[in-house]
């Protein structure tokens, strides 16, 4: 039921995303993950209130398995990031990644939220560690190009639009492939 949740999420449906993880949650009770994506949904579906609770069940549930999940301070991040509490968002993507120093997307809202802080070094930093461990990330090598763009460095402001450039043009390439096996 979380897949299909997410997969819901993933195209706008959002009633739909709920009652997955509804009953995702129902199914595992003690699935702190499953809160946190439950939460992301009713904020989604604007239930501000209803999101703000569930997400302080997720956090919850999440500390009190003694290993907090990452995945939930990363879900959580995002959603002060979305109310523009971005030092609040910033504290938590360090908890995610102090729990999974690998997470590209911790890394990503961490530099998403440093740059709307105007602290443009660690928003560089987070952003290129969020390449070093997922290379194709499109978002990352967007606020590249802002940073570089603003410090009007050209040179690298150039790289980041060609790798972005590459990046579009495989994308594109296998969209295309696809489409040629769903013909056959």
Do not use: W
Request: charged share 30%; with cysteine; net charge positive.
């Amino acid at each position: 039921m979380g897949g299909l949740g997410k997969l819901y999420l993933g195209h706008h449906k959002e009633a739909d995303a709920v009652r997955c993880f509804r009953e995702a949650f129902r199914l595992s009770p003690r699935n702190s993950v499953y809160v946190a994506e439950l939460a992301r949904s009713l904020e989604k579906s604007d239930q501000p209130d209803s999101a703000g609770r569930t997400y302080a069940e997720a956090l919850r549930l999440s500390e009190q398995g003694g290993k907090p999940d990452p995945i939930v301070y990363t879900i959580y991040a995002g959603f002060l990031a979305n109310q523009d509490r971005f030092s609040d968002a910033v504290n938590f993507y360090t908890k995610a990644l102090a729990a999974d120093p690998h997470s590209a997307d911790a890394f990503q809202g961490r530099a998403a939220a440093c740059e709307k802080l105007g602290d443009m070094i660690r928003a560089e930093s987070d952003a290129l560690a969020a390449l070093r461990e997922s290379p194709r990330r499109r978002d990352s090598r967007q606020l590249l190009l802002r940073v570089y763009r603003a410090a009007d460095d050209n040179r690298k402001a150039q790289e980041q639009a060609d790798e972005l450039g590459k990046i579009v043009e495989q994308e594109q390439s296998e969209l295309a492939r696809g489409r040629r096996c769903a013909r056959r």
